[in-house]
């Protein structure tokens, strides 16, 4: 795994004044990000740009979401893109068709005032004839999706062999939607001196696979801490049954009526089923996920950029490189499968320095997620409390009152009404007038949440740990029996084994008893730490190139000990 340097260890720290200028690009790109109204360079981009200016290096980047990744490799590759040479010079790799064409899009922009550069967008689920002939023209730089790319190699439409650099762009994502082959067959196509620059918001361990087997010593940027998430994010959650999860997300929809959000789901069911209720319902809704047509996708991510639509409801693969920077609300309606999926759903909000607010709902046993959660993006999470009936009617009437106040008169065009309105109104107190606008605005939201009940569900013990109150000590005695699937076979130490822990644990969380290790597996047990920190983690590390696996024995069994227990017995052909 390549050594990832932070911020400041690095030695290359950019002087604070660092602007577009002192890069040296080529003047009409300099001319272009003024155009695009790009004052000063974001910290990804300080470091990077100057890195690809100068280095003939591979490179490992990581940043969060939003930080401005694609000028940071786009503008030193266009600088270095050559016009009069006609073959492919750059290779993009991203992980879908929006982020490709998004890519190309800021890439165009870019290059506005370059003259003779063609830049192509090659992606699955569209067409595949025309793409060829657009390739066939030339292309120096190719923006593509792993799957179409190798398809277009292979059938011979695009030729690699005088490709300078590869980029690759949201390399977890890649990785993540299953692309590693695709990503293996398109590297090793490539030419001997093709340089690979790897983008990526987080650094899950196939990331670091691909690193290590497909580039050469790569110099290391980090800007932020590894998987952290954004400053301008404030992480809250709610703590509701199972059933009250949909009724949960309806009244903190209600309580913010400005909202403009993505609500994030697990599986296209669930998107689909969550975004007809909200519609159902009178919501500003519609579903995103990998069963519509690209029609409709396209239909429904225009309407959600152009805000006619307030909520999306997404898959994560489906709301992928959506570039929408000013979210109010990312929120998990669902929380993903991996832990490093949340950086990203979060990302979507608090993006270009405006403050964003990510929503966890979950049900009573999923509580300790949140701890997990908050070492994997190193921010605490504030529980909230679902608000009531009261709440939302509040809020929406502030709402109401707002639009109101804001709203602007046309005096002219109201005019001729005017004697009309006054005829009819003329009998009623003002203040009975306006409480029957505001009746009309608002009965639906009154009479749904007259009598609605609290969903709060009463503090676990594990809240209250959190929030300092009484602790139900239940891990200062009480030892859990752990079997890990490394052993004497794998060379492993108990000293190992202890650090392997204190790294899946990211820190020495438990208090290690007995530890006894076979030919094929080991066995500890430990306390001091809720054992779903080892058997839920989710990045284990690795011993000897093999990933570790861990679970605990049955609850029933694990105060005996396992029938090995008595020593090592490297004897024995198989394990219990
Ligand atoms: P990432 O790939 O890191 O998620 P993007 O490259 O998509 O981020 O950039 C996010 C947003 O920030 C885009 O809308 C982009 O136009 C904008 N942006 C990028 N660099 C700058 C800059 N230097 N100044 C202002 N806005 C920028
Ligand atoms: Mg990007």
Redesign the pocket.
Known sequence: MPRLLDDGACGKVPRMTTTFDDFKLAPGIRRAITD???????P??MRVIPFLMQDTRDLVAL??????????YGLPVLHRTVPSNRLTQTLILCPTRELCV?IAR?LNAFAAHTKGLSIQAVYGGAPIDAQMRALEKGAHIIVATPGRMLDMIRRKRADLSHVSHVVL?EADEMLNMGFQEELEAILKTGPKGMLTLL?SATMPRQVAVIAGRYMNAPEEITVGERNSGSDTVSHEYYVVHARDRYAALKRIIDVYPAIYGIVFCRTRLETQDVASRLLGDGYNADALHGDLTQAQRDRVLGSFRTRHLQLLVATDVAARGL?V?DLTHAINFSLPAEAAQYTHRS?RTG??GKSGISVVIIHTREEHKISMLEQVIKKKFTRKQVPSGREVCGAQLHGLLERVKQVEVDEAEIAPYLEQIEGILSERLATDVLKRFVALEFNRFLAYYKDAPDLNVTRTAESERRQGGPVRDRDSRHMTGFIVNLGDRNGLQPGELISLINRAARGPVFNIGRIQIDQDRSYFEASGGDPRILTECPSLPSYKGRLMAIRTFEPERANRPPPSRRGPRRDRPHAP
């Not at 695009?36 to 974001?42: I, N, R, S, V, Y």
């Not at 940043?63 to 940071?72: D, E, I, L, P, V």
């Open positions: 695009l109204g790009f004052e000063k360079p974001t990804v981009q940043a969060q979401t939003g930080t401005g990744k694609t000028a940071a998004q800021d762009d983008f570039d920077t990302g993006r270009a």
